[in-house]
């Protein structure tokens, strides 16, 4: 195929014989032609027309016929063999007919005389058209296996990992029943293997023990036999030694029963050991016991002076109360019957003051019966503690307590008491001494007021 007359690679493309690439490069230097032409001379040209400059106009050969042929829809050549490349039923020489039958009338189209559209390729001649669509064909068979094998890669990836994760998890299952199994089977092993020494154990200490006896029997009735003086017995004794001597026992057997002897006395010097140590504890034990008692006993004591001491102060606290009671009962009797006569200020001044007096006196009789309610309960409380505890540490009672921790617990209880309770006291008594000088003070205000009264009935 011959296409054009001149370009800018001057004639390289000159050749009986061209390729598709040489066909799509000669395509782009008749394009680049165009438009080096197109800049450097239309446009130049029309821009010196226009402004009117006196130039010499240069003649060029314009190649857009040429780029015409490659570029006309739908009747170019490229288009024509998109055309014919889409046909399943084309040929190179279809192709070449429809060239010569539709650009038959160009001037930059000639064709061949066998009437044949090749291309030169390195294996040899190849048609353009069946060129075309092998490569068209092969490209998209290698994008289609490119393709593929990534889907396959990826989805081999997955079942790849989901079968790894599969295969830990049933190999993990596995291997946890298979622990789980030796484990128990283990344990299993361990409590026969217990119950197995147990019993040998068992058995080897009932034929030490057996043998023990015997020895025992047997030295015990030959130390009864020496030192009895019964000489039939002696004799008889004699007599099977003798028969004694004349039985042959085995060397091993008689170290065996040595052995075993020196064990048994070792034992029974432990064991005598052991009685010496535990009447000692007990002699301790004892020791300790009647200490406690003691001191219990002393504790009980001090309590009781305590309560007998707190008793009588109530006691002489309630006596001292109810005698001033009394007085001034009889006072207030007195001065009534002389105040009907006499109505003088001073003396509903002095009827005020007494009724306060006996208000307070009521009040201060009311907290020393509170205070001996509580005296009483307390030490009754205080005394049955006591008491159990006494038995606890005897063992007449059961109970699940300490009794050192307990009683020093009572003890601590019993002070905090006595101490809250003395500091009533003291204060109950500081009021009844308050009022005992305010009823002294009422006392002589009378004292005055009666004399005065005598003073003005003598006038």
């Not at 009986?16 to 782009?28: G, K, M, T, W």
């Not at 039923?89 to 070449?96: E, S, Y």
């Not at 044949?116 to 048609?127: K, P, R």
Request: some cysteine; aromatic content about 8%; hydrophobic content about 35%.
């Amino acid at each position: 195929m011959k296409v054009g007359n001149d370009n800018i690679i001057q004639k390289l493309t000159q050749s009986q014989r061209n390729s598709f690439e040489q066909f799509c490069i000669n395509y782009a230097n008749e394009r680049l032609q165009q438009h080096f032409n197109r800049h450097l001379f239309k446009l130049e040209q029309e821009e010196y027309i226009q402004d009117g400059i006196d130039w010499a106009k240069v003649e060029f050969e314009d190649n857009q016929d040429c780029l015409n042929l490659f570029e006309k829809r739908p009747l170019g050549l490229l288009s024509l063999l998109d055309e014919e490349s889409t046909f399943p039923n084309g040929t190179d020489l279809t192709f070449a007919n429809k060239l010569k039958q539709h650009l038959n009338s160009k001037s930059c189209f000639k064709g061949e005389r066998d009437q044949a559209f090749t291309v030169c390729h390195y294996a040899g001649e190849i048609g353009v058209l069946e060129d075309t669509r092998n490569r068209t064909l092969h490209g998209i068979l290698r994008v289609q296996s490119c393709f593929r094998g990534y889907q396959a890669r990826h989805s081999l990836k997955k079942l790849q990992g989901g079968i790894s994760t599969l295969q830990s998890f049933i190999r993990g299952e596995k291997t946890r029943k298979a622990y789980a199994a030796l484990l128990q089977r283990h344990r299993a092993a361990v409590i026969i293997q217990k119950q197995i020494k147990a019993v040998f154990e068992r058995n080897k200490t009932r034929t030490i023990r057996e043998a023990t006896i015997v020895i025992q029997s047997v030295i015990r009735g030959w130390l009864v036999r020496r030192c009895s003086g019964d000489i039939g017995f002696s004799k008889y004794g004699d007599m099977k030694t003798k028969e004694s001597e004349e039985v042959l026992v085995k060397s091993s057997f008689l170290a065996e029963l040595q052995r075993r002897v020196l064990k048994a006395e070792a034992a029974l010097r432990e064991k005598d050991e052991e009685n010496d140590i535990l009447n000692q504890r007990i002699q301790q034990y004892e020791s300790r016991w009647s200490e406690y008692e003691l001191k219990m006993k002393s504790m009980e004591e001090v309590w009781q002076k305590q309560m007998r001491s707190l008793q009588s102060s109530l006691s002489i606290a309630k006596k001292s109360l109810a005698i001033d009671d009394s007085e001034r009962n009889s006072d207030a009797s007195v001065n009534a019957s002389d105040e009907r006569d006499f109505n003088w200020d001073v003396g509903s001044n002095h009827r005020r003051q007494e009724s306060n007096g006996t208000r307070s006196t009521s009040a201060s009789l009311s907290v020393i019966s509170r205070l001996a309610e509580e005296f009483e309960q307390r030490s009754q409380v205080f005394g049955d503690d006591a008491k159990f505890l006494v038995e606890v540490k005897s063992g007449q009672a059961e109970a699940s307590l300490n009794p050192d921790q307990e009683l020093r617990r009572l003890k601590q209880m019993f002070e905090a008491w006595k101490r809250d309770y003395s500091a009533r006291l003291r204060e109950t008594k500081l009021i009844i001494n308050k009022l005992g000088t305010e009823d002294g003070a009422l006392e002589k205000m009378r004292k005055k007021w009666w004399g005065r009264r005598n003073s003005t009935r003598i006038n």
